[in-house]
C-alpha cells in the first residue's frame, strides 16, 4: 500500500508498506477521505507540540471496513474513528476524561495516522455513519473539538460567546456555541475568513482588532458587559494572551488552540475578574455524538467549509500551499 510520511518539517515522502493485520479487538480500515487541519500543518512546518518525525499524519478520517469483529459493525460499512487511544485505566480514563488520558495515544500525532491506504484501529474506536456521506465523517472529529470546547465553557443561552480564531477549529466552536443558544462574536485578523463566518454561518459580529478597537467594539456588542465566554481557537501566543482584557467578569476563558510556550497575564486583572481558565483537549464519545446529531438534523452543514480538493497523490505537492493565507483554504480535504 501507498503511505505519506512526514520526513522532516517541510517534506513529504511517499513510500510503500504491506497492509496491516489487525490484531485481537482491532479493525482493518480502507480510508476514503482525511481532512486537514491545524494539528497537520503544524506538524508539517515543525511547531505541533506533542510530535516526532519521521510521521504520518491524518486524524480527520472517512473508511470503509475491511475486516472486523467489533460488534454491531460490519465489513464495507462507512464509518469515521475517534483517534484518540486511551488506557482506559488512569485517573482521567477512570473519571470519564479519556479525552487527556495520561498515556494518551493520538493518531496522526503520538503514532502514525490516516495518511496511507489501509490502517488499523482499535473497535473501540470506531464510530457509525448513520447515513453521513463521506465528506461528512471525515468532519466529525474537528467539529467535536469545538462541541467539546462549548461543553467545557458550559454555554448558556443568551451569553455573548467571542470565539478568537476563524479557523476550522473556529468555525465548529462557533457552530456549537450557537447551537448552544450563545450570541457569536467571532474574531480574526483575516477579513475573508470573517466574511465567511457572515455569510456562511449567520454570525452577526465581527470583529478584526488590527482594524478595529476590540474592547470598544465588544463593548458595543455586548452593552458594556463583555463576553462571558471567551474560546481561543488560534494556537497563537499573541492572541492567548491578548484576548485576557476582552473577558467580562465573572465570565470563562477556553484555550482549544495549542501553542507551545508558556503564557502571561495579568493577575490582578484576572483576579478581579474572579474569571475561569481552563483548557480543552480533544472530545469525548457524547461529543461525536453531539455533532453526528447536530449534522442529522440539518443544524449544521460542514461540507460548507472545504475549499480544496486533492487526490492523495497530489498531497506531497499541494500541502505547502496550504500553509498561505492567501489562498483561502478554510478545509482541504483529500479523497483516496
Do not use: K, Q, R, S
Given at each position: 500500500m501507498k503511505q505519506l510520511v512526514c520526513t522532516t518539517p517541510h517534506q513529504f515522502t511517499y513510500t510503500e508498506?504491506?497492509?496491516p493485520v489487525p490484531n485481537v479487538g482491532e479493525t482493518l480500515l480502507k480510508i476514503e477521505r482525511i481532512g486537514i487541519c491545524g494539528?497537520?500543518?503544524?506538524?508539517?512546518?515543525?511547531t505541533q507540540p506533542f510530535f516526532n518525525y519521521p510521521a504520518i499524519l491524518g486524524h480527520e478520517l472517512a473508511a470503509t471496513i475491511v475486516e472486523t469483529n467489533a460488534k454491531g459493525f460490519e465489513v464495507g460499512e462507512a464509518v469515521t474513528l475517534i483517534p484518540y487511544f486511551n488506557c482506559g485505566t488512569c485517573i482521567a480514563c477512570k473519571t470519564g476524561k479519556e479525552?487527556?488520558?495520561v498515556s494518551i495515544r493520538?493518531?496522526?500525532?503520538h503514532i502514525h495516522g490516516g495518511m496511507r491506504e489501509y490502517?488499523?484501529?482499535?473497535?473501540?474506536?470506531?464510530?457509525k455513519s448513520r447515513g453521513l456521506g463521506l465528506d461528512q465523517l471525515a468532519l466529525v472529529e474537528p467539529l467535536a473539538i469545538g462541541a467539546h470546547g462549548v461543553r467545557r465553557a458550559g454555554v448558556q443561552p443568551g451569553e455573548f460567546v467571542l470565539v478568537v480564531g476563524a479557523g476550522p477549529i473556529g468555525l465548529g466552536t462557533m457552530e456549537f456555541a450557537r447551537i448552544a443558544g450563545a450570541q457569536v462574536i467571532a474574531m480574526d485578523i483575516n477579513d475573508a475568513r470573517l466574511a465567511f463566518c457572515s455569510q456562511n454561518l449567520g454570525v452577526h459580529h465581527t470583529i478584526n482588532p488590527i482594524k478595529e478597537d476590540a474592547i470598544q467594539q465588544l463593548k458595543a456588542i455586548t452593552n458594556g458587559d463583555m463576553p462571558t465566554v471567551i474560546i481561543d481557537a488560534t494556537g497563537s501566543l499573541a492572541a492567548i494572551q491578548g484576548a485576557f482584557p476582552y473577558l467580562a467578569h465573572g465570565g470563562r476563558y477556553v484555550l482549544v488552540g495549542l501553542q507551545k510556550g508558556d503564557i502571561s497575564f495579568s493577575h490582578p486583572e484576572f483576579h478581579k475578574r474572579e474569571a475561569t481558565l481552563m483548557s480543552s483537549r480533544n472530545a469525548n464519545k457524547i461529543d461525536?455524538?453531539?455533532?453526528?446529531?447536530s449534522m442529522l438534523a440539518g443544524h449544521i452543514s460542514p461540507t460548507n467549509y472545504i475549499t480544496h480538493r486533492v487526490t492523495f497523490d497530489q498531497v506531497a505537492d499541494q500541502f505547502e500551499s496550504w500553509l498561505d493565507p492567501a489562498t483561502g483554504v478554510i478545509k482541504a480535504m483529500i479523497s483516496c
Open positions: 508498506a504491506a497492509i494539528t497537520d500543518l503544524h506538524a508539517y512546518e515543525g479525552n487527556c488520558c493520538v493518531f496522526g500525532v490502517v488499523t484501529v482499535p473497535d473501540a474506536a470506531l464510530v461525536f455524538d453531539h455533532v453526528v446529531d
